[in-house]
């Protein structure tokens, strides 16, 4: 469903949470929506008790049902995907151009199975910088502050990696 | 074998207790067991990786 004007994303809890923490919402520019299901909007709430929908960009709670196709449910079982990352896929299995935003690891490898546009939380702070909406000396800042301000986990090692190819990218 | 203490929430004590009562599992540990081997499957630390790398890919030369 990619318009003019965006592309819709679905969002797990992570994403939302994590951008939450470190007071980054406003990353969520650009699509055209963000869509959370029900589930997913319960699990932030029970995190982010003080967050509100309308801090995130064209933010939206699906409470519509949405049905499941026989390869998602089996993949859900296999990787024991909690009931907001199954409601996540179940929708977007209906909207084949959507972007999915999740930080689970089992949620993604889900997700890449069949054949789904799937990223996290760095992957939208990187954006930031593509889509003019950070700088990049802002977003190494960011970068930096993830194990202090975050509880997106990401090992020293990699986060250094990342920081590296951030900090010398054409 | 290791011992570890944890606290986890009422909620899925009551879901792990209805599984082993229904028959499902053998007691706590066993489910415990089973629960986390999966979880370990899925959350090898060279997929995260991977998985993380690929979203600096996107991040800096994607499109939407």
């Known amino acids: ?170 | 074998m290791t011992s570890v203490q944890v606290e986890f929430p009422d909620d899925l004590a009551k879901r792990l207790d209805q599984l082993v009562a229904q028959g499902w599992m053998a007691n706590r540990q066993q489910a415990i067991v089973e629960a986390l081997r999966r979880f370990l499957d899925a959350h090898r630390p060279e997929l995260m990786k991977s998985q993380m790398l690929a979203d600096v890919e996107w991040g800096l030369h994607g499109k939407e």
């Open chain 1, 1 to 170: 469903m990619e318009r003019n004007e965006g592309v819709i994303v679905v969002s797990d809890a992570g994403p939302v949470i994590h951008l939450d923490e470190l007071d980054c919402l406003d990353l969520f520019r650009g699509f055209h929506s963000v869509v959370v299901p029900r589930e997913v909007w319960a699990e932030v709430l029970r995190n982010r008790p003080g967050i509100i929908l309308s801090a995130i960009p064209n933010g939206v709670v699906n409470d519509a049902p949405v049905d499941c196709s026989p390869q998602l449910a089996v993949l859900s079982d296999s990787l024991a995907l909690d009931a907001g990352e199954r409601a996540a896929l179940r929708l977007m299995e209906q909207q084949a151009d959507a972007v999915f935003l999740t930080d689970d690891a089992a949620a993604r490898l889900a997700a890449e199975s069949l054949n789904l546009r799937v990223h996290g939380t760095l992957g939208i702070i990187i954006r930031s910088v593509r889509v003019m909406l950070r700088s990049r000396e802002e977003v190494l800042g960011i970068l930096n502050s993830l194990p202090r301000r975050s509880t997106l986990y990401v090992s020293a090692e990699l986060l250094g990696e990342v920081i590296a190819r951030v900090s010398s990218a054409e």
